[in-house]
């Protein structure tokens, strides 16, 4: 008896469940500002590189090597 009351609620709660899981949410992100967001990013990091790097030695033109 138990059972019978249970199933009308049981049977809710899986439907629920099975329609919000079947929801997809699509988010547009425009190519061009991810293409530009790339760029900035490749920019900083070479930014960085340079910034770490030390200048090498010039050698003047009249020195041996």
Known sequence: MALTRLRPVVLA???????TACVTINIYFPAAAAEKAADRIIDEVWQM???QTPPAASTQ???KQ
């Open 13 to 19: 709660a899986v439907l629920s469940l099975t329609a």
């Open 49 to 51: 590189r340079e910034a």
């Open 61 to 63: 033109e009249g020195e």
